[in-house]
């Protein structure tokens, strides 16, 4: 099954699960339990999938903006996407997650669930942090920090796509940002058009000021403005 086919069945578990814990009171105890067994039991194989899932997409990632730091940027920029889930907090090691270890902990907060009247654990509350040069994004970063990090994650995520399906993907980057000052914004586009992707980028600089831009120099580009309503090329 693909991700989002596991995603989905796996919502579609924990909202019967979440009924059933509702009206627990209507239910005799025997059945609650046999019902909370098996909505567990089948949570936990699909936690242990998405999960798994969601490791190994930053891990090609985290492998693509590597090789882009090395070869490209000169190792400038130390980038880590650091995948929080709420099951961190009872494995220090989550690639070593197994459905049996996920169903224990489910079993061991049951009761607490049908005192609470419903569930305690959702892979929906998961999370993930980005540190640029060891600095938290969301804590520490300023504005031209965060557009590098966002940069440098697409452009990995672009890679992943043209190596694995042999295309070059559109790549589009809305509102190119000025906040970023001139030797990284060239650093940052030099690359990716030494990439010959399928690139339209929107802006707010003026069309002289996109022609000056040193990464777009001697470049065969389309240029369209818009204003009032009108476009021109």
Known sequence: KTYAEVIIKYQKILDQKRAVLKKNETISST???????IYNMELSKLEEKIIGKRLEIIGKLMGGLENINKNFFNNKFSLKIEYKSIYSKYFLNLESLTHSSIEEIRKKISQSEVIKKGPLISLNNDDFDIFLNGKSLVKFASQGEKKIAIFLIKFSHFEN???????NPLLL??????ELDSEKLSESFEFIISKNPQLLITTTLKGSEIKM?????????????????????
């Open 173 to 178: 980057i809305d509102d190119m940002p000025s």
């Open 31 to 37: 059945e609650l339990k046999n019902l909370l067994r």
């Open 213 to 233: 831009l040193p990464f777009l120099r001697a470049k065969n580009f389309d240029l369209f403005c818009t204003e009032n309503g009108s476009i021109t090329s």
């Open 161 to 167: 796509i043209r190596n694995l399906f042999g295309v």
